[in-house]
């Protein structure tokens, strides 16, 4: 797998550790051995979907009532730049995978953003994350 290839599958999941009783696991495996789901993960990603279609309406109002971006918003140094020399200031919200490139400095990121509220995963440089620690709600 080349090295971009890499980066885009991950990009496009994260990982999560869920705990379970030995109960809630035996029925997982005993699905997965009868042949309903090949594996666990494919057991417990349908869980996770079914809840969340389930649940639609409610994601749905609540993105439009707290103006979240649905899915994935990148921010380059040249939007940041852009920012700045219109004399803004960003509250990032999104519901999903908010990324700021990597070659975004300190400094910009500083001048730029005002707030960052993602639920979902914040792809950011350690050194930007902590620059920005005390706007990430």
Avoid: C, W
Avoid at 29 to 57: C, K, M, P, W
Avoid at 70 to 95: F, K, P, W
């Amino acid at each position: 797998m080349a090295k971009q290839e890499l980066k885009l599958k991950t990009a496009e999941s994260e990982k999560i550790t869920i705990n379970l009783g030995p109960i809630d696991l035996g029925q997982i495996d005993l699905l997965v051995q009868e042949g309903f789901y090949s594996n666990r993960t494919d057991l417990i990603r349908t869980a996770i979907r079914n809840q969340l279609n389930e649940h639609a309406d409610v994601v749905k109002q609540t993105v439009a009532r707290k103006s979240l971006v649905l899915g994935m918003q990148h921010y380059t140094r040249s939007d940041l730049e852009a920012v700045r020399a219109a004399g803004q200031r960003l509250q990032i919200q999104v519901l999903g995978l908010a990324s700021i490139a990597s070659d975004v400095s300190v400094e910009l990121a500083l001048a730029t953003i005002d707030s960052i509220f993602v639920l979902g995963s914040l792809h950011a440089s350690a050194v930007i994350k902590t620059a920005l620690a005390q706007r990430i709600h």
